[in-house]
């Protein structure tokens, strides 16, 4: 019998005998999350309660061993322990793989977010095949708001999953659109790997298209003359020149323009310059955190000049950053593919692409990222390869997909739900969605329910109301669903990730 006086060894048949003998209701293992670590064996199991993890060995192994959890006396003893907060940091401290890191450096990398906290098995089941690092934990506050978790809860779901799933090549936890310092404070006192900062609330866009006379007023009032001038002679009377094997790019800064820019940038700037500093407080003098810097939510796109001269300020302030998301030309809606043209979007992805290579190497980042097939193969064969890609929702709409399959009548009473939050929840996205388009259930069969998830105007339509549904009474059931179906829901995920990444040209893994 394996599980005599010390374990060294276990094979996962005897390990189920030797279950059904414990005196506690076991009703699936998760074979890969079961190893064996300073002579006790550590593994997650289901029971009727949800989750559990379980530690087997000798009494006083387990009473030494740091995770909490209720001891029971058999042959073998045995622990069985709450997936809790409380014992996230012994988790990490015992398998540190489970901790997120930076993983921006890698070529490849992609945000997943897991809006429900089931669908990280499913990510990584998709991701270990390929040659791309992910963050598998990502949620904006906003996200946070509308389905009311919290990071740190966001956090332990992803941690928890790569035990699970015993994902050993490292992982990151983005702090996903952040506005102000007491946010990142927040985000990293609860251990994100990676920020992301939101600079689109701090831009002055109104500067863009304000009279000259204006422009040399506020440039005058608002800017220390001896910024003022620094700042001139960083940008006027040179040529910017890049060359690439698609063409080149030349850029140069008239007067006003500089000073049009300077006033659009300047809060945002030093905004950006007192959240590196803090970063680097937190972290010691080398951020040991990934820092991105988002422009995708303002209004306009980030043109080529504009992504030069933040990226040329950020250097001068000795800011350093990892990967930039500028706001694209086209519409990147959620859940949908691209809009666009894809000539027009090709040409502003190669230039930037060019100023990110030279200044720092730092890699573009595309934001609602999932479902955009039409421009994959662009980005992935402009970047070579390097970029990072975040999606998130539609991991939720598989979710919804799923329910569709095996629970017809709550996927209609989501319907209902959502067709009814669906004005409030499209306040907060830029969406085209024309709900007049989708038909009334009645007349679906539920056999038919699953294809509708194809529809842009129904995929929108969940994409948006996902806070409204996952905050109504109807949450536990849809967790219940999911979690009774989670190997389908993680095949439909891989299924649907793996798509992504085929379209992006991410090698296979041998
Ligand atoms: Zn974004």
């Not at 905050?471 to 219940?480: E, V, W």
Request: hydrophobic share 40%; charged share 25%.
């Amino acid at each position: 019998m394996i599980f005599n006086d010390s374990i060294q060894k276990f094979s996962i048949e005897a390990l189920s005998k030797t279950l059904r003998t414990f005196p506690i209701e076991v009703q699936k293992i998760y074979p890969n999350s079961f190893q064996i670590h300073r002579g006790l064996l550590y593994g997650m199991i289901l029971t009727p309660q949800g989750k559990r993890l379980l530690v087997i060995g000798e009494e006083e192994k387990l009473q030494k061993d740091p995770l909490r959890g209720r001891l029971v006396k058999f042959t073998p003893s045995f622990k069985v322990c709450d997936l809790s907060l409380e014992n996230l940091p012994p988790l990490m401290e015992l398998f540190p793989y489970t901790k997120p890191v930076p993983v921006l450096r890698a070529p490849a990398t992609i945000g997943t977010g897991d809006r429900i906290g089931l669908a990280t098995p499913g990510h990584i089941r998709a991701i270990r095949k390929f040659n791309i690092r992910p963050v598998l934990a990502q949620q904006s506050t906003r996200e946070n708001l509308q389905t009311g978790r919290t990071l740190k809860e966001v956090m332990a779901d992803a941690a928890w999953s790569v035990f699970q799933e015993n994902y050993q090549e490292g992982y990151g936890a983005d702090g996903d659109h952040l506005k102000s310092l007491r946010e990142v404070k927040e985000a990293l006192e609860s251990g994100v790997s990676m920020i992301t900062l939101d600079l689109s609330e701090r831009l002055k866009a109104e500067v863009l298209t304000s009279p000259k006379k204006e422009i040399e007023r506020r440039f005058g009032e608002g800017i220390d003359p001896g910024d003022a001038e620094v700042l001139l002679h960083l940008f006027l009377d040179k040529e910017f020149r890049f060359r690439g094997n698609e063409g080149d790019l030349n850029i140069s800064f008239q007067k006003e323009e500089v000073k049009r820019l300077v006033l659009l940038f300047h809060s945002a700037l030093a905004f950006s310059e007192e959240v590196y500093e803090l970063i680097q407080r937190h972290t010691g003098r080398r951020p040991l955190i990934d820092l991105e810097i988002s422009l995708d939510e303002f209004p306009l796109p980030t043109s080529p000049a504009m992504h030069l001269f933040l990226i040329i300020s950020l250097n001068h302030r000795g800011v350093r950053i990892d990967s930039l998301a500028p706001r694209f030309v086209g519409e990147f809606e959620k859940g949908i593919d691209y809009k666009g043209g894809l000539s027009a979007f090709r040409e502003q992805f190669y230039q930037h692409v060019l100023i990110s290579q030279h200044y720092g190497n730092y890699k573009l980042s595309l934001h609602s990222g999932s479902d955009k097939f039409s421009i994959y193969p662009i980005v992935g064969r402009i970047s070579q390869g390097k970029f990072h890609l975040k999606t998130s929702g539609t991991s939720w709409l598989e979710a919804v997909r799923l329910i569709s399959l095996n629970h017809p009548s709550l996927f209609r009473d989501l319907h209902r739900l959502a067709l009814s939050s669906f004005g409030e929840a499209s306040k907060f996205y830029r969406v085209t969605t024309d709900l007049s388009k989708i038909l009334p259930l009645e007349d679906v069969a539920d056999s038919d329910l699953p294809a509708l998830l194809d529809q842009p105007p129904v995929r929108q339509l969940f994409h948006l109301t996902y806070g409204s549904l996952l905050k109504s009474p109807l949450r536990g059931l849809i967790r219940q669903t999911v979690l009774r179906e989670e190997e389908a829901y993680a095949w439909l995920l891989e299924r649907h990730l793996k798509d992504h990444l085929i379209h992006l040209g991410i090698e296979r893994r041998a």
